[in-house]
């Protein structure tokens, strides 16, 4: 299976600001179609994933722009430019390039 | 927009199967292009992706659950299901369902549904 390595695994960070979490594959995520199959959720206490970013870098309908996905191959970035009370919980990346999708481990983001 | 709900007992005794609904709304579940997954968060642990299944009836399993899982669709109920067999404590969990288009992979996601696996 891929194994998928994000870090830090927590996130301090004080309202306003940015905050950037990085997650590994152990394999190239680049398909044999040419698309990039990476995608970012949030996980807010008490509720299901959401899916903020797939295939990299497209936002999802509703997500605001102060998310951003980046990357490439095997490394991948997700960037909050201006952090919110309502950013709170935990993100995750997941792979669907290699079948089993596989997740990481999680990055629980909180106010400092 | 499209909507899923799980349902299915909330305690399931050892050795026994798990079985859940995943009841589709606000979109077909015959739609081309769509996978109809199953996920599941362990406690205190991340996701681990459990298996999909097309309206046809092609299935994908995780090989570290294939021996044990099937997954099946009820078109006319716009349904699809799971079942887990010989169950363990380790099968402990909440079970998500989720859309999961061709082109992007899963987007849409149920609110999940806690299983505990005790006597």
């Known amino acids: 299976d891929v194994v998928m390595t994000q870090s830090p695994l927590s996130l301090p960070v004080t309202l306003g600001q940015p905050a950037s979490i990085s997650c590994r594959s152990s394999?190239?995520?680049?398909?044999?179609?040419?698309?990039?199959?990476f995608s970012w959720f949030q996980q807010r206490p008490g509720q299901s994933p959401r899916r903020l970013i797939y295939?990299?870098?497209n936002r999802d309908s509703g997500v605001p722009d102060r998310f951003s996905g980046s990357g490439s191959g095997t490394d991948f970035t997700l960037k909050i430019i201006r952090v919110e009370a309502e950013d709170v919980g935990v993100y995750y990346c997941?792979?669907?390039?290699?079948?089993?999708?596989?997740f990481g481990q999680g990055t629980m983001l909180e106010i400092k | 927009q499209v909507q899923l709900q799980e349902s299915g007992p909330g305690l399931v005794k050892p050795s026994q199967t798990l079985s859940l609904t995943c009841t589709v709304s606000?979109?077909?579940?015959?739609?081309?292009?769509?996978?109809w997954s199953w996920i599941r968060q362990l406690p205190g642990k991340g996701l681990e992706w459990i298996g999909y299944?097309?309206?046809?009836?092609?299935?994908y399993y995780n090989p570290s659950l294939q021996s044990r899982v099937t997954i099946s669709v009820d078109t006319s109920k716009n349904q699809f299901s799971l079942n887990l067999t010989s169950v363990t404590a380790a099968d402990t969990a909440v079970y998500f369902c989720?859309?999961?288009?061709?082109?992007?992979?899963?987007?849409?996601w149920g609110q999940g549904t806690p299983v505990t696996v005790s006597s």
């Open positions: 394999h190239s995520l680049v398909s044999s179609d040419g698309n990039t199959y």
């Open positions: 606000g979109g077909s579940i015959r739609s081309g292009g769509y996978y």
């Open positions: 295939k990299v870098s």
């Open positions: 299944i097309y309206y046809s009836g092609s299935t």
């Open positions: 997941m792979q669907g390039t290699h079948w089993p999708y596989t």
């Open positions: 989720a859309r999961d288009p061709s082109t992007t992979r899963l987007d849409y």
